[in-house]
């Protein structure tokens, strides 16, 4: 639009005024001196991010590096996974950002010399920074389970990254004859989205409720307790019979199976120390996680495989100049969440714009909000707002805010809450990718 | 100047760079607070719907009171937002509540609402609720909008105040003759016209535009 006003603009004064291209000129100027920001990963803190950078200052140079033409956003995929949303209902386009002046790139950032201040790309191309953001999101860690590969992603789906692994996992879903099993083997802390293989799993069991009655979902957990696990086993309870003869919804804790020794695509079996080896239909395989890999490769990571940051600007604690942030981020007490890094975006991007301008960081302010859905008109949500400690060096839930959706919150409060989650949806995503 | 600002500047000239925070944390700027809510509310505060409120453009005061009220959590209960109040001092509601005031009260959400419905809701709203929800419900001097208001939101409000977990009589910001009017429409409203007046009030004020 500005844009369009602004060729006209100069079409009809043409380039005679000049004390109007003056003004016009301005800005070209501070761009000039702005200075560069590449962004590494185009999910939700590095999108965030590259809007909020433009945002506070138009006259940054934004490049935004992401392999994905489109990204899927893991929120609201179990939707997906539970037939109540189709995939074009989980998609997200860089447009936002573009007509924002963001340069979008389709690439994959292979590398960073953080002493030339460059990003390398598979395709061969270099981008110098001024700052550089990287969020590229997790990885995965195979090692402790044998036969564990790569490879077996093909037919036992993660789908912790959103996009064609949820679409395949939904299809086997539906594949599956009633009467079947699905096993969720649910990760180790810390992972992205702590209540996320457990919404999974009851959104799995409201659709085998409508469609696959004799079905059953079964949670190998490598956790002896998990996120909002009152509120999930008591919406099992309500909903799908838990703990009865007939629970849709069996879950065994890391203590009572003794841990997973194999998982096999070819037998469809994971092997537990307790059980010894067990067949399912559909195995949906959620691995322990690292930071995305480029992060360590750029040699961000600590030993544990996550980055150490300066909690108040997400610059690395190894190299200066290179922001981390969102789920490849040590953020404690903020969990790897949307909402987290979504918020961490708003803060590095205002401390960058504040560095680069010689300014102090600024005092910053961070939120984070999980909904999750359990069936039909049942929802329910964790909450907290954060201020840094710096005595303890974390980012510390405000005492006497936050917390979890009351256990005897009403049925109208519940489902109050799925209407608020598909709100969530609806903002977050606009307040990401514009 | 507050203490930490002065260090921060200092430290700025010298090093460039600079890590400072306070602990009491009030000295964060407004749209770095502000910008917090965005994730359920929209940037700038304006809703993409389909229930969350557009906190955008409402007056300030009535911002301030929403939020004192849902921290308090006895006259206003809530879902959520009883747990984000309580996170902010007074002093950041201020300043929270001055930012979104400040920005425009937009409506992009695609509503579903029924023309025929709208129709009928005007003539009723024009009767009960125009002499405080002013300009069809636009006006923001003393009322929360309601023009374009997400409508599942309204209809939570409506089923609230009928069960008085949004309580008239104990709100400290009106009036006792602001009360006794406001009940008295309320139950005219959800009374005389019942469920089908209740549901064609809600969406003329959502159709809106
Ligand atoms: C099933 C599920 C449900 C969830 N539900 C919720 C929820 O309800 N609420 C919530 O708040 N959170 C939820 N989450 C968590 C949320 O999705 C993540 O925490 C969030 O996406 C983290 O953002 P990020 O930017 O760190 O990573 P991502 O969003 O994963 O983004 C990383 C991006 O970086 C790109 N990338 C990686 N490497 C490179 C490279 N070398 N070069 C260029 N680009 C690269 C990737 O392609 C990707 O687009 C859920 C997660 C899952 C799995």
Known sequence: MSKMNRRNFLKTTGGAAVAAGATLAAPTIANAAAGKVVVIGGGVAGATTARYLKLGNSALDVTLIEPKASYHTCFMSNEVLGGHRKMSQIEQTFDGLKSMGVKIVKDTAAGIDAGAKKVKTAGGSTFGYDACVVAPGIDFKLDGINGATESMFDKIPHAWKAGPQTALLRKQLEAMPDGGTFCIVAPPNPFRCPPGPYERASLVADYFQKHKKKSKVVIIDRKDKFSKMGLFTGAWKNLYGYETDNSLIEWRSAASTGGIESIDAGSMTVETLAGGKEKFDVINFIPAQTAGVVASIAGLTNAKGWCDVDKTTFESKVHKGIHVLGDASVATKMPKSGYSANSQGKVCAAAIINMMAGKPVGTPSYVNTCYSIAGDDYGFSVAAVYRYNKEKDIIAGVKGAGGLTPGDASAEMRRREVEFAYSWYNNICKDTWG | ?209
Do not use: W
């Not at chain 2, 509310?41 to 557009?54: E, I, N």
């Open chain 2, 1 to 209: 100047m507050h203490k930490s600002m002065t260090y921060a500047l200092a430290a700025g000239v010298l090093f460039g760079l600079i890590g400072v925070s306070s602990a009491q944390a009030s000295d964060a700027e407004a749209s770095m607070l502000a910008n917090t809510c965005n994730g359920c509310h929209g940037p700038d505060g304006v809703s993409q719907g389909p229930a969350a409120p557009t906190i955008a453009g409402m007056n300030k005061q009535y911002l301030v009171e929403s939020m004192k009220a849902y921290s308090e959590g006895t006259n206003r209960k809530s879902s959520i937002m009883q747990r984000i109040a309580k996170g902010y001092t007074e002093a950041e509601v201020e300043k929270i509540a001055g930012f979104f005031a400040g920005k425009k009260f937009e409506r992009v959400a695609m509503q579903n609402t029924d023309s025929g419905a709208a129709g009928k809701g005007k003539a009723i709203a024009k009767d009960l609720c125009e002499s405080c929800h002013e300009k069809e419900g636009f006006a923001a001097e003393d009322y929360p909008i309601l023009a374009g208001q997400m409508m599942p939101y309204l209809k939570n409000n409506l089923m609230d105040f009928k069960s008085g977990s949004r309580s008239i009589d104990n709100n400290p910001n009106m009036s006792d003759k602001e009360k006794r009017k406001k009940k008295r429409a309320l139950a005219d409203l959800m009374e005389k016209h019942g469920d089908d007046g209740t549901n064609a009030v809600l969406n003329f004020y959502a159709s809106r535009k």
